[in-house]
Nanobody, 126 residues
Framework: QLQLVESGGGLVQAGGSLTLSCAAS????????FGWYRQAPGKEREGVSC????????YYIDSVKGRFTISRDNAKSTVYLQMNDLKPEDTGVYYC???????????????????WGQGTQVTVSS
């Protein structure tokens, strides 16, 4: 089993920044694609970003392009989501997820990541 623990959420004003971290343990994380999902109250969970195991070109949902940056540090088994210029519509619970086919899942919308964290709350005030 791969255990994922998110941290870094909080309350921030619009225009501010936060960096989320996802610490992985239990299995070698190098072989997994890592994704970030978010769920706002009353809305479905949506895939925000994903970084492949190779560390190659990441995926971003259109609404966060140019504002969010995903990265990974395999030596620390940690994935990050740097979020800049935050907007109230970015509010939600952010989940880290891992799967060996993560890029396919998040870009097609078919399938479900095998491993999930518990989530961290991000609240952006206007």
């Amino acid at each position: 089993q791969l255990q994922l623990v998110e941290s870094g959420g909080g309350l921030v004003q619009a225009g501010g920044s936060l960096t989320l971290s996802c610490a992985a343990s239990g299995l070698t994380s190098d072989y997994f694609d890592f994704g970030w999902y978010r769920q706002a109250p009353g809305k479905e969970r949506e895939g925000v970003s994903c970084i492949p195991s190779s560390g190659g070109n990441p995926y971003y949902i259109d609404s966060v392009k140019g504002r969010f940056t995903i990265s990974r540090d395999n030596a620390k088994s940690t994935v990050y989501l740097q979020m800049n210029d935050l907007k109230p519509e970015d509010t939600g619970v952010y989940y880290c997820a891992a799967d060996q086919r993560g890029m396919d899942i998040i870009t097609t919308g078919y399938g479900w990541f095998d491993f999930w964290g518990q989530g961290t709350q991000v609240t952006v005030s206007s």
